[in-house]
């Protein structure tokens, strides 16, 4: 299967072209040509498959020209952990994401990107540099999905003093390749450093760049897996599916856009935003327009100009109608996502955290909208809610247990190299790097 960019249709590289430079050169985002269909039998015995089968299907379906070996081999190393759905009423089910090593959703696309890279590097014989600015969870669940991957190093850039305690430490113990840079200097610095690298050509021509963020199409593929496992557990009860996605940069809700177009009986979408709606705004209007970033608690959505809108745009080919049909989208403020947690506590004894919070207030409304017996509801939980310690104990007096994955971080030493926010010393540094 080859990959056209959005800006230009008839323009098509191949898999790993697209992973390794993350990005056309015009400024679009990758497409895989089309939607491969699923057979009629994958979805008769779905229900009898696991996550990692699915997995398998549905990657050889974009994978192609990769030897079946390698795909299972990717899959069996980078989705080692479940996605279950936990069932609380004929319409709320949840489908928890966060059981990867970071406690997150991104785990999935970090960990599948890691290793496609990792498997095209290997026939370059170079080395490959991931560069990453980040101010504080995409950089650990890439730094996570690279750790110890041959040939890849990761340059992390974090902002000095402005990430978390467990951020930083998550971001900055774990040694091997991932090499931490604190900069001295905000999140915009970082941003700039890296964007400055990518088109620094003399760099470029010394040594092999990328960068890991979240329009890499390697980071949504796997991002459709789980959205077909949901269905397999949710098969037998199922009528209609409606699946609440709360979202920032709309990553994840694409990728459940492609498992429905690749065949997977989903009746509806919600877009679950926090105050920043651009999104749910266009729903509304028609009209598209970015705006600043607010802050709220579900700080991972805060999104004003959510980046695969443009994904969205060229699967529904500019016709807001046509999206309408699909997906629906809310918002909702902090207050509400608070009392949301607190209301899903004393219903049903299990803690929200501030994300899974905006999904199931998305779904919830949904579902009040359409009294519909036969639909079965069911919102992504995207983070642990240990994440987010302080937030969700405010409202839930149970005290919460830290898992022993995020706890064993906290115990660590942090290690990192302090760096300037001038380029010409970030582009020495990485120099100094490959002839090491
Ligand atoms: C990134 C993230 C989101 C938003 O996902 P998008 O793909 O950007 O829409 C939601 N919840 C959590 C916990 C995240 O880390």
Same mark, same amino acid.
């Given at each position: 299967?080859?990959?056209?960019?959005?800006?230009? *249709?008839?323009?098509?590289?191949?898999?790993?072209?697209?992973?390794?430079? @993350?990005?056309?050169?015009?400024?679009?985002? $990758? !497409?895989?040509?089309?939607?491969?269909?699923?057979?009629?039998?994958?979805? /008769?015995?779905?229900?009898?498959?696991?996550?990692?089968?699915?997995?398998?299907?549905?990657?050889?379906?974009?994978? /192609?020209?990769?030897?079946?070996?390698?795909?299972?081999?990717?899959?069996?190393?980078?989705?080692?952990?479940?996605?279950?759905?936990?069932?609380?009423?004929?319409?709320?089910?949840?489908?928890?994401?966060?059981? @990867?090593?970071?406690?997150?959703?991104?785990?999935?696309?970090?960990?599948? !990107?890691?290793?496609?890279?990792?498997?095209?590097?290997?026939?370059?014989?170079?080395?490959?540099?991931?560069?990453?600015?980040?101010?504080? /969870?995409?950089?650990?669940?890439?730094?996570?999905?690279?750790?110890?991957?041959?040939?890849?190093?990761?340059?992390?850039? $974090?902002?000095?003093?402005?990430?978390?305690?467990?951020?930083?430490?998550?971001?900055?113990?774990?040694?091997?390749?991932?090499?931490?840079?604190?900069?001295?200097?905000?999140?915009?610095?970082?941003?700039?450093?890296?964007?400055?690298?990518?088109?620094?050509?003399?760099?470029?021509?010394?040594?092999?760049?990328?960068?890991?963020? %979240?329009?890499?199409?390697?980071?949504?593929?796997?991002?459709?897996?789980?959205?077909?496992?949901?269905?397999?557990?949710?098969?037998? *009860?199922?009528?209609?599916?409606?699946?609440?996605?709360? %979202?920032?940069?709309?990553?994840?809700?694409?990728?459940?856009?492609?498992?429905?177009?690749?065949?997977?009986?989903? %009746?509806?979408?919600?877009?679950?935003?926090?105050?920043?709606?651009?999104?749910?705004?266009?729903?509304?209007?028609?009209?598209?327009?970015? *705006?600043?970033?607010?802050?709220?608690?579900?700080?991972?959505?805060?999104?004003?100009?959510?980046?695969?809108?443009?994904?969205?745009?060229?699967?529904?080919?500019?016709?807001?109608?046509?999206?309408?049909?699909?997906?629906?989208?809310?918002?909702?403020?902090?207050?509400?996502? !608070?009392?949301?947690?607190?209301?899903?506590?004393?219903?049903?004894?299990?803690?929200?955290?501030?994300?899974?919070?905006?999904? $199931?207030? @998305?779904? =919830?409304?949904?579902?009040?909208?359409?009294?519909?017996?036969?639909?079965?509801?069911?919102?992504?939980?995207?983070?642990?809610?240990?994440?987010?310690?302080?937030?969700?104990? %405010?409202?839930?007096?149970?005290?919460?247990?830290?898992?022993?994955?995020? =706890?064993?971080?906290?115990?660590?030493?942090?290690?990192?190299?302090?760096?300037?926010?001038?380029? *010409?010393?970030?582009?020495?540094?990485?120099?100094?790097?490959?002839?090491?």
């Amino acid at each position: 299967m080859k990959f056209y960019s959005t800006k230009e *249709r008839a323009k098509k590289v191949s898999l790993k072209e697209a992973v390794l430079t @993350g990005m056309p050169e015009d400024g679009g985002l $990758y !497409m895989p040509e089309e939607f491969p269909q699923l057979e009629k039998d994958f979805f /008769d015995k779905i229900e009898n498959l696991s996550l990692k089968q699915i997995a398998k299907t549905v990657a050889k379906k974009f994978l /192609d020209d990769i030897p079946s070996n390698i795909i299972d081999e990717i899959i069996e190393e980078a989705i080692n952990f479940d996605a279950p759905v936990k069932v609380f009423s004929q319409q709320i089910a949840v489908l928890e994401l966060f059981h @990867g090593p970071t406690l997150a959703f991104k785990d999935f696309g970090a960990r599948f !990107m890691s290793r496609l890279m990792a498997y095209f590097v290997r026939s370059t014989g170079k080395k490959l540099y991931v560069l990453v600015a980040t101010s504080g /969870d995409t950089g650990s669940a890439v730094a996570s999905g690279f750790y110890r991957v041959p040939d890849i190093n990761v340059v992390l850039l $974090y902002p000095s003093g402005k990430v978390s305690t467990i951020q930083e430490k998550q971001l900055t113990t774990m040694g091997s390749n991932i090499i931490p840079l604190e900069v001295d200097g905000n999140f915009d610095d970082c941003q700039r450093l890296v964007k400055t690298a990518f088109v620094d050509r003399d760099l470029n021509s010394k040594i092999m760049l990328t960068s890991a963020n %979240s329009i890499n199409i390697a980071r949504l593929i796997p991002q459709s897996f789980y959205y077909f496992y949901a269905y397999a557990q949710l098969k037998k *009860r199922s009528k209609a599916l409606v699946i609440s996605v709360p %979202s920032g940069n709309l990553g994840n809700l694409t990728g459940g856009i492609i498992a429905k177009k690749m065949g997977l009986p989903v %009746s509806r979408f919600i877009a679950a935003t926090n105050i920043n709606s651009t999104f749910t705004d266009y729903l509304e209007t028609g009209q598209f327009k970015p *705006r600043a970033t607010i802050k709220t608690i579900s700080n991972a959505m805060d999104v004003g100009n959510p980046s695969n809108f443009e994904r969205l745009q060229d699967i529904y080919q500019h016709s807001v109608d046509d999206m309408r049909k699909d997906i629906k989208s809310f918002s909702f403020d902090d207050k509400r996502t !608070m009392e949301a947690i607190a209301e899903f506590y004393e219903k049903y004894k299990y803690i929200l955290d501030p994300h899974g919070a905006v999904g $199931y207030l @998305g779904l =919830k409304k949904f579902m009040e909208e359409n009294r519909d017996k036969n639909l079965t509801g069911v919102f992504l939980e995207t983070a642990h809610p240990a994440k987010f310690l302080d937030t969700v104990q %405010s409202v839930v007096e149970e005290k919460l247990e830290i898992p022993e994955r995020l =706890k064993k971080f906290l115990e660590r030493e942090k290690k990192s190299i302090k760096v300037s926010r001038e380029y *010409r010393d970030f582009k020495e540094f990485l120099i100094s790097m490959e002839t090491k």
